[in-house]
């Protein structure tokens, strides 16, 4: 049992990791406090030679604030559903979120920490335009300069020829890293990342990849040719033309992560039958020369004896096994290897690193596709092809896996999603991020990028129920990023008097006990394809592993023994808005529960 105050905030990791650090090591924790150089001291048969303060490491200017957003905790944002521009809103565990990735990240890390099965991004390339994504850690062209000595305080130069590619890294480092932090703790421990980049920022990616999920935990780099159109144009026409792209590949634990054979769009042939099952023949036989010459393998078995430049796929003992099972035939004195239908799996092939255009298609197929079904006026220039993510959700997801994408751009992803669930029969879920930002090009007829890309999602779920009968998920949840719908205490003095009105209200005027439902579910572990059982004021969320009541309606002394009634899992967490003359009812709420064993042992109460 426990009882305390609901804490609206997404997680503040530095925190968490302390609380880690302070149950492995509690000689550390001095008045409350890590004490460093005790947890230094403790760590040092660990540690490297003291006198050497040199080390390999990857540094860049922001860094540290990056690693700070990363793992502070976000206040005053919540996702509230949209219905209008959902489908099938009731049944569909498919979600679109519209937001910024890096406050979306963080309001999920409750509720979907450890449940993603593959994350795939195409991130900015960072070709030198300015980013979309304002973080707080933006840096100006000058500041630039002063912090490299390239200015002076006065702005005078302190050198001929200034500087200015390493500030463009720095942004797009600065803006990566918090992201992929926050991705990572949202992978199984059997989880797959992959992520589109080009020349830019290869080279760094793998860096910051390393230094967030472990160099031990690469698993790849996959290179696939993105353009087949060469240019003829001036110096470009001799100079080396990039045709290609990569994906690079980590797992968040090698030992864990699970690749899946790509099957083969060929198919074998059983022409022969055998009491009811259908076999094909394939030969038994070796060649016995060089490398290969086995003299042990070249004997006589049923009157036949190989040549002597061929012998036997095995030995004698396995031969006569293959033999007593039915799986040796002799055709005109020959012998043939039988493969029954019944025993063989279906045709792989190998997941090469270099993948062809006709594996993946190229940029131009998927700009052609996103044509096909949206007209030529979307303003994208480049589209990954569908071909290219379904092949990483075919070799690393299986039935109900979760894909994730947070950088959703054209929603190529939730098209590969459902493409690989018609061709398998399985009923993967995606979770889609996609920043609501206008799209300024001059040739789209879409007023954001979040417009389009939920409009792709329904014309091809149009296109696939015309083309088979097969019953897949083709709805999807959208969610928009907006300001909580709880009331947050502002310390600013200047607020005070403002913030004496909101005491006696919990929420926000304009919100709904929907949405602050909703908030409160997500903020305490509950994923957004869930649905509420709903009476009145009161909402009961059930998952396989998290069982949550948010009570926002009247209730009295005998609420908790008519929520076990309805209770499902062992432990359930009931949220309760404060009534507002409810001091004494609370009080008996909380004596009732310490006074009752069978409701301690499955209540925790936190309050609004």
Do not use: C
């Not at 994906?247 to 055998?274: A, C, H, M, W």
């Not at 030969?283 to 036949?304: A, D, V």
């Not at 190998?350 to 007209?375: C, H, I, Q, W």
């Not at 954001?448 to 009968?469: A, Y």
Request: proline fraction near 3%.
């Amino acid at each position: 049992m426990n009882e305390q105050r609901f804490n609206p905030l997404t997680p503040n990791f530095r925190t968490e990791a302390a609380k880690k650090i302070a149950s492995l090591f509690p000689e550390v924790v001095a008045d409350g406090e890590i004490d460093f150089d005790a947890l230094q001291e403790a760590l040092s048969p660990d540690l490297e030679d003291e006198e050497s303060n040199e080390k390999y490491e990857f540094i860049w200017r922001g860094k540290q604030n990056a690693k700070k957003i990363a793992d502070a905790p976000f206040e005053d944002i919540t996702l509230i559903g949209n219905k209008e521009k959902s489908e099938n809103w009731n049944k569909t565990k498919n979600v679109y979120i519209e937001g910024d990735n890096l406050e979306v990240l963080k309001l999920l890390q409750k509720s979907y920490s450890d449940k993603v099965q593959m994350i795939y991004i195409d991130p900015p390339y960072n070709t030198g335009n300015d980013f979309i994504y304002k973080d707080d850690f933006s840096d100006s062209y000058k500041s630039y300069l002063e912090q490299t000595n390239q200015i002076d305080s006065n702005g005078n130069a302190t050198t001929t020829q200034k500087e200015a590619r390493g500030r463009i890294h720095t942004a797009w480092l600065n803006m990566m890293y918090p992201r992929l932090k926050l991705a990572r703790r949202l992978l199984k421990e059997s989880g797959v990342i992959f992520i589109s980049i080009d020349d830019h920022e290869q080279a760094n990616l793998v860096k910051i990849m390393n230094e967030i999920f472990g160099e031990r935990n690469y698993l790849g780099m996959l290179v696939w040719k993105s353009r087949v159109k060469p240019s003829n144009q001036g110096e470009s026409a001799v100079r080396p033309q990039g045709d290609v792209e990569y994906v690079l590949v980590y797992g968040k634990d090698i030992n864990e992560t699970q690749f899946y054979g790509l099957k083969s769009d060929k198919e074998r042939k059983y022409p022969y039958s055998l009491n009811g099952r259908k076999y094909r023949l394939a030969t038994i036989l070796k060649s016995n020369r060089g490398i290969n010459s086995r003299k042990t393998m070249n004997f006589e078995f049923h009157g036949y004896k190989p040549s002597d430049t061929q012998r036997w796929q095995a030995g004698k003992e396995k031969i006569q096994e293959l033999w007593d099972r039915n799986q040796i035939e002799f055709k005109n004195g020959t012998p043939f290897r039988r493969y029954f239908k019944d025993e063989e799996n279906e045709i792989s092939q190998p997941f090469y690193n270099f993948m062809l255009p006709s594996v993946t298609g190229t940029a131009e197929s998927g700009k052609k596709r996103l044509n096909d079904l949206l007209g030529n006026k979307h303003g994208f220039d480049t589209v990954k092809p569908v071909p290219l993510i379904q092949r990483l959700i075919a070799a690393t997801t299986k039935d109900n896996d979760l894909i994730m994408d947070f950088f959703a751009g054209s929603s190529t992803t939730a098209e590969a999603v459902l493409q690989q669930n018609l061709k398998d029969n399985f009923n993967r879920k995606y979770i889609l991020v996609q920043l609501n930002d206008k799209q300024e090009s001059v040739n789209s007829s879409f007023s954001s990028v979040t417009e389009l890309g939920e409009e792709r999602i329904k014309k091809v779920n149009e296109e696939l129920k015309e083309k088979s009968e097969q019953q897949l998920d083709y709805g999807f949840r959208v969610y928009e990023l907006q300001k909580s719908t709880i009331n947050y205490w502002d310390e600013n003095p200047e607020n005070f008097e403002k913030q004496i009105n909101l005491l006696n209200n919990a929420f926000t005027e304009k919100s709904t006990d929907d949405e602050r439902a909703r908030e409160i579910a997500l903020k305490s572990g509950i994923t957004l394809d869930e649905s509420p059982i709903v009476d009145d004021s009161n909402y009961h969320y059930l998952k396989d592993d998290k069982e949550v009541f948010v009570i926002l309606g009247n209730y009295d002394e005998t609420l908790l023994d008519e929520l076990n009634k309805e209770r499902r899992l062992q432990y359930a967490l009931v949220v309760l808005k404060e009534m507002d003359s409810g001091s004494e009812t609370k009080f008996n709420l909380i004596e009732h529960l310490k006074q009752s064993a069978n409701l301690m042992n499955h209540f925790n109460l936190e309050w609004i």
